[in-house]
């Protein structure tokens, strides 16, 4: 079974800032994709940026960007010149190839400050 | 852009009575799920839907749950006799069958479910 761990419960970063979050992961596929979604207070799951496993070039997505570290299991989120609409939780999720469940990490709550 | 909906936002229902979700796919999309998060945790699978069949259940996913497509736009999630225990956030998501980024779900904007 496939499992995804966020570290950081919480989060904060100043206006304008850059951040990253966390993500690692554990399976014994070898095709899959990871994504990071973002849900703001509305509730709503936003998908905000999706990797390829097999690719090795990082997903970039305007502001937000991926390090994905396939040997480590890592697949951290970045955001560049953080906006107060960035405020929201983020949750990373794993699919595995031709798979139908998205296996999702526990969040974290990122709020930007003024 | 085209987007999953979900009707109702917010339902109030009494613990043993029997509710429908409704979600409408994105048009040209033919794989549907369930997801729930209870307040507080993480998102979680329930089901996928293909071909007007389950193709995967969680455990969460037991005897008082059934989906349905009653027609070629509306995909339904019933609970037959609701528990406390099923308050919760309820997402309808859908994919594409073939096609470039297939394997993105794509969420609506959930229906909270408030059993009393």
């Known amino acids: 079974a496939q499992t995804v761990t966020q570290s950081q419960p919480e989060m904060s970063v100043q206006e304008a800032e850059t951040v990253t979050l966390s993500c690692t992961y554990d399976t014994s596929e070898s095709n899959y994709y990871l994504f990071w979604y973002k849900q703001p207070p509305s509730r709503q799951m936003i998908l905000v940026i999706r990797q390829e496993a097999y690719k090795q070039q990082n997903a970039t997505e305007n502001r937000f960007s991926v390090n994905f570290q396939k040997a480590a299991k890592s697949f951290s989120l970045k955001i560049s010149d953080s906006q107060l609409g960035d405020t929201a939780m983020y949750f990373c999720a794993f699919l595995k190839e031709n798979g139908n469940k998205l296996v999702f990490g526990a969040g974290t709550i990122l709020r930007v400050k003024s | 852009e085209p987007e999953v909906t979900q009707t109702p936002s917010h339902q109030v229902t009494q613990m043993g009575q029997e509710v429908i979700l409704r979600c409408v796919p994105i048009?040209?999309?033919?794989?549907f799920y369930w997801y729930r998060q209870i307040l507080g945790q993480k998102v979680e699978f329930l089901v996928s839907?293909?071909?007007?069949?389950?193709?995967?259940k969680s455990e969460i996913f037991d005897d008082q749950f059934s989906v349905e497509r009653p027609d070629g736009s509306n995909f339904t999630l019933k609970i037959r006799s609701t528990k406390l225990e099923d308050s919760a956030m309820y997402f309808c998501?859908?994919?594409?069958?073939?096609?470039?980024?297939?394997?993105?779900?794509?969420f609506g904007p959930g229906t909270r479910l408030l059993v009393l």
């Open positions: 048009s040209n999309h033919l794989y």
């Open positions: 998501a859908s994919r594409v069958f073939l096609a470039s980024g297939k394997e993105t779900q794509y």
């Open positions: 839907f293909y071909n007007n069949e389950i193709s995967e």
